[in-house]
């Protein structure tokens, strides 16, 4: 997962540049390099995963500028046979194509990439700064103002800026910066030009072909490949894909509580199916407990449903990471947001389903994607995410709302319908949607808020939920716990998240006070 910082003027030093950076290396703990350049200064920690070797190491250097990019582009040999044909490209990585783009394309560049990235350019005769991140957000980025000058400075997470910035934001998703301005390149949720009007067998053909490409193009590596598997539709379907491509048996992963873990009954019968080597994890309530603190710094989050999350994945890359040698990771998510979560089903039109779905796709990189790239890079891993693939988030943006809505009796029809048997059992292809804090076990969410509780009277809860009535104010005991643990850590950093992920509270059934499926009336035999 690499890390980055890129500190423009040379106000710092690169002993301080470097001390507020060591809290990326877990996200690159293979190597490091820094250099000092005529306006700042780069950092590089890398997680070595394309071009193992030594000049694979960023920052790269070419045409006289910079580059340092966290990141995977899968299209890079289309780019270098087809762009680059006279360029010399000999490290193997694939983000050395960047710097030869930007010299033939500018910054038309960023909208030829297929992939998953958050960089910074240097131009060295301009003495100019560029930055870009992918159009979901899957990789990370922030930027903020330096207190002794002003000038921007750019890392994969809010906490190494922190030291030295004020008004840290994330970095706005499919866009790149330059000259003091942000520009939108890509926006995945745009629709506004056309609907599919294809029958439903043509559309799901394309949802099937386009998933399908969309692993086998994450399948490429240097380095061994594992999948979080939880047993749920989403997942299952990255790892039936992923195991009908691959030569040998890939490996899967899943994690439960101890008392109570739903999914890893499913998990199993997945794993079967498709004759991966499973190996499935523990947890309980005390390690949940002891390792919350660590895991909201990890997020610079304090949304209730990412943490509660966060929690499960953490611990299932953390055994990962400790037990194998598995550097990459592929997951499931995305899925929920183009086709539908449990509330969803509440949508009282086919327009507010798909305003609802671009909503939810703008702001995916502050809750589920931003869950997924900090268990992972945590423990010094890559996320790759499929559901997140341009062309594939595209062509489903543009299925007609009114096939997308639940009018079939259960939710995601048209995924459920683009496969079949042959490549999911029927217990899991029309299994009933649970949410992955609920479905590792009921008693994970259930005991963190019977906790919080025991934490605070009502008395103290509304006192002290006031501190934060700025903003996202605490609307249970356990938000404000949580809320304070993140304040402890990043105090008046709030802002990072734009609310608490909730349903959405106009629509029917869905004013609701925990984000949690179970309490939504059409639960029913979700998690069960």
């Not at 997945?270 to 390690?287: C, D, L, P, R, W």
């Not at 029809?413 to 079949?420: E, G, N, T, V, W």
Request: with cysteine; charged share 25%.
């Amino acid at each position: 997962m690499c890390g980055l910082i890129s500190v423009c003027g040379n106000q710092m030093s690169l002993d301080e540049c470097r001390t507020a950076a060591k809290c990326l290396q877990v996200r690159g703990p293979d190597s490091e390099k820094w250099i000092t350049l005529p306006d700042g200064i780069m950092g590089f920690h890398r997680l070595a995963i394309m071009g193992l070797h030594a000049q694979g190491m960023q920052p790269f250097h070419a045409f006289n500028n910079y580059c340092v990019c966290n990141g995977e582009i899968y299209n890079y040999q289309e780019l270098a046979k087809q762009d680059l044909k006279d360029v010399s490209l000999t490290s193997g990585s694939d983000c050395e194509v960047l710097l030869p783009l930007w010299e033939a394309y500018g910054s038309d560049m960023f909208a030829k990439l297929d992939g998953e990235f958050a960089l910074v350019l240097y131009l060295s005769a301009e003495n100019e700064w560029i930055a870009a991140r992918d159009p979901m957000g899957i990789r990370p980025l922030f930027y903020g103002y330096q207190t002794s000058n002003q000038r921007i400075a750019f890392a994969s997470e809010m906490k190494a800026l922190q030291p030295f910035c004020q008004n840290i934001h994330p970095f706005p998703i499919g866009s790149y910066y330059r000259n003091g301005k942000f520009h939108r390149y890509h926006d995945c949720a745009e629709t506004s030009q056309y609907f599919l009007c294809d029958d439903l067998s043509v559309i799901t053909q394309g949802i099937r072909t386009r998933l399908e490409a969309a692993v086998v193009k994450r399948l490429n590596s240097d380095v061994p490949i594992g999948f979080l598997l939880s047993g749920g539709l989403d997942s299952s379907l990255v790892c039936a894909i992923a195991a009908k491509h691959s030569k040998t048996p890939i490996q899967t992963f899943a994690i439960g509580m101890e008392q109570d873990a739903i999914d890893l009954s499913y998990a199993r019968q997945v794993a079967q199916f498709i004759g991966s080597e499973h190996t499935e994890f523990f947890m309980n309530q005390e390690t949940v407990r002891q390792i919350l603190p660590e895991v909201i710094y990890r997020l610079e989050s304090y949304d209730i449903t990412t943490v509660r999350a966060s929690l499960a994945m953490y611990l299932l890359c953390k055994n990962i990471k400790e037990t194998t040698d598995i550097k990459v990771l592929l997951s499931g998510e995305v899925s929920d947001e183009l086709f539908g979560y449990k509330y969803t089903d509440y949508a009282p039109s086919p327009e507010a389903f798909q305003e609802e779905a671009q909503k939810r796709i703008r702001e995916l990189y502050e809750y589920d994607v931003l869950r997924a790239d900090r268990c992972i890079s945590a423990h010094g891993l890559e996320a790759r995410v499929p559901f997140s693939d341009t062309e594939f988030i595209s062509y489903v943006m543009h299925i007609d709302p009114r096939d997308k809505i639940n009018r079939y009796g259960i939710g995601k029809y048209l995924l459920r319908s683009a496969f079949d048997n042959h490549d999911l059992p029927a217990s899991i292809r029309m299994r009933e949607k649970a949410a992955f804090s609920d479905a590792v076990g009921h008693s994970l969410a259930d005991d963190l808020k019977a906790y919080a509780e025991s934490r605070y009277t009502d008395e103290e809860f509304n006192k002290q939920s006031e501190r934060y009535c700025y903003h996202a104010k605490p609307f249970t005991k356990e938000a404000l716990w949580y809320r304070e643990i993140f304040e402890s850590f990043y105090p008046g950093q709030a802002a990072l998240i734009t609310d608490y992920w909730m349903p959405n509270r106009s629509w029917p059934n869905c004013d609701v006070n925990d984000p949690s499926a179970r309490v939504l009336e059409n639960y029913g035999a979700s998690g069960f």
